[in-house]
């Protein structure tokens, strides 16, 4: 057990740390710190609501977002230890209504985030015409059984799906006979004491004790954040306190289980590899990493207008769990911070430091590759005052990681995605025509698109028209407007433009969305032109949870 004086200055700094979050007008956090068995923190920092002015508590409970996806993995895992299901299987098997290509995954491959599942929630975007609306119970599994295509082929890649999860939690209902939260209550929360746990499937249902999520407003105010669907299931529909959660993660990562078998725990944390043969610390819904030196398992959640980190270093007996019921929190850099300063004193590794942007001149520049119309951007950015610059990497026009040295060239953390290296660095000082990146482990070539793209008039007049989606039949319309390209979703009222910035002649991002009522999070894309006889006869839209989206030219 940690001496009273080392818990009281830890606590001491701890405070330090989360000061900034302890406000009386503005939503806030919950933090949780045990060590060694004894819980050294729980504070609630910030309201709960604004709105009622009700300050948050250790007791106050909150979304847990995509941390709910290893719990979603474990129930499917405790059927497989019945032999109920076989993860090996396709997901078609126990839900046959998907005759569609979204039945080919396997559990496994769902699990990983490795089965190409276009997200419904692009599709529900479309058909709302640039607005989310609010999906009805049903809608995500009607949605998935009309694609024609997939992301990629299942096990080829990885894409973090939500989908998967929508579709793994239907998996346990069917197979069980229960409802999820049925099923999860009496396998999990219960023999766990776990007591405040629940599933919330809509942020328009009530319960008692539950922080009010809020999202921030360029100006200062905040809105209050719903998940646009009824459905927020096994992909991050749950709600928890710190106490329960620290229960949780210390059995986790504890020796004595009373729920799952050790084999069952075993494959929770066993790391993938993928077909190129390259390993990945992502489990079943549960990431093992290294933190200066150290082993770490965790995985973090976020919905609209919540955080949330659960991590554990088990080597030091160290559980930390942090609920944010605000956007604009970084639980799962909090969370490392607190590591920082509980384990100060026992040694270790300095940290990781990010890829010098000046080192590196040769990669820089807006890359492109034809084989799989991905879009690649590496840019300085100052991401700290007066420290050098880094690489951040774009991934279809959206930031996504800052690079780091690995080896002999350069590569993003491992994360829920798929894996970007660059794996051998061009020479001299000048970025090369065309860059070798390893994508998950296999090699696609990128070239370099021109530092000075065509002007948005010059594409207007081949660009400009209307295009389908075949598959739900939805139009949108590129226009020209004073002086900038955008994609216009065509609502029947408000406002729903996306900017586009051209790249290339053939290649543009999908950036700044103008909309009435305003976006509820940052949406960006990447877009190919295809031409044949040098017209333009189709589009292509590609996000990282929806990929080669095809529409046709109709007008």
């Known amino acids: ?203 328009m249902d009530i319960v008692p004790n539950m922080a009010t999520l809020h999202m921030p407003l360029p100006d200062g105010r905040w809105r209050r954040g719903i998940y646009p669907t009824d459905e927020v299931l096994g992909s991050g529909g749950m709600i928890s306190t710190i106490d329960d959660m620290l229960a949780w993660v210390a059995h986790l990562r504890g020796s004595r289980k009373k729920v799952g078998s050790e084999a069952t725990w075993a494959r929770m944390l066993e790391r993938q590899t993928y077909r190129s043969g390259m390993q990945a610390g992502y489990g079943l819904g549960i990431a093992r990493d290294s ?46 911070k607190v590591v920082d300063t509980v384990l100060e004193d026992q040694g270790l590794a300095p940290p990781v430091m990010p890829a010098p942007a000046a080192e590196f001149p040769s990669v820089r520049g807006r890359w492109y590759s034809r084989q799989s119309r991905t879009l690649l951007s590496i840019a300085p950015r100052q991401v700290q005052p007066e420290a050098p610059e880094v690489l951040l990497l774009s991934m279809y026009h959206a930031p996504t990681a800052i690079l780091q040295k690995a080896g002999d060239g350069l590569a993003m953390p491992d994360g829920p995605m798929s894996m970007i290296e660059i794996r051998t660095l061009p020479e001299g000082s000048t970025p090369p025509a065309l860059l070798d990146v390893h994508i ?79 976006p509820s999070l940052p949406t960006f894309a990447s877009l190919s032109i295809e031409r044949k006889d040098g017209k333009v006869t189709g589009l292509w839209i590609g996000m990282d949870r929806v990929r080669n989206l095809r529409f046709d030219r109709v007008g």
């Open 291 to 336: 933190h200066r030196g150290i082993e770490t398992i965790h995985h973090a959640g976020a919905t609209f207008g919540s955080q949330c980190q659960m991590l554990t270093v088990p080597q030091h007996e160290l559980d930390i769990v942090i609920m944010a019921n605000r956007m604009d929190a970084s639980a799962p850099a909090l969370a490392l």
């Open 1 to 203: 057990m940690t001496s009273p004086a080392v818990v009281l200055s830890t606590i001491q700094k701890l405070d330090e740390l989360f000061k900034p979050w302890s406000r009386s007008d503005a939503p806030g956090l919950v933090v949780g710190v045990s060590h060694r068995g004894q819980a050294i923190y729980r504070r609630g920092f910030g309201l709960a609501s604004i709105e009622h002015a009700r300050a948050n508590t250790p007791a106050t409970r909150m979304r847990i977002g995509s941390t709910t996806k290893h719990f979603c993995s474990f129930g499917i895992m405790l059927l497989a230890e019945e032999g109920k299901l076989d993860i090996h299987q396709p997901v078609r098997t126990y839900l046959p209504e998907l005759a569609n290509v979204s039945g080919e995954p396997t559990l496994l491959q769902l699990m990983h985030h490795t089965g190409g599942l276009r997200d419904p929630m692009f599709a529900a975007f479309l058909l709302n015409r640039g607005n989310y609306g609010h999906m009805p119970a049903g809608g995500g599994l009607q949605l998935l059984a009309r694609f024609t295509d997939l992301n990629f082929a299942p096990g080829e890649r990885m894409a973090y799906s939500n989908a998967g999860y929508l579709l793994l939690t239907f998996v346990t209902e069917r197979v069980s006979g229960l409802t999820w939260e049925e099923f999860m209550t009496r396998r999990v929360f219960a023999p766990m004491g776990m007591n405040e746990t629940a599933l919330l499937r809509s942020d």
């Open 440 to 518: 998950t482990g296999e090699l696609e070539r990128f070239e370099r698109l021109p530092d000075t793209p065509p002007t948005a008039e010059e594409l207007a007049p081949a660009l400009a028209g209307r295009y389908r989606y075949a598959g739900f039949g939805a139009e949108l319309e590129i226009v020209l407007r004073e002086g900038k390209l955008f994609i216009d979703f065509l609502p029947e009222v408000g406002m729903a433009r996306w900017e586009l910035e051209p790249l290339s002649a053939d290649v543009l991002g999908c950036g700044t969305f103008h909309s009435i009522p305003a």
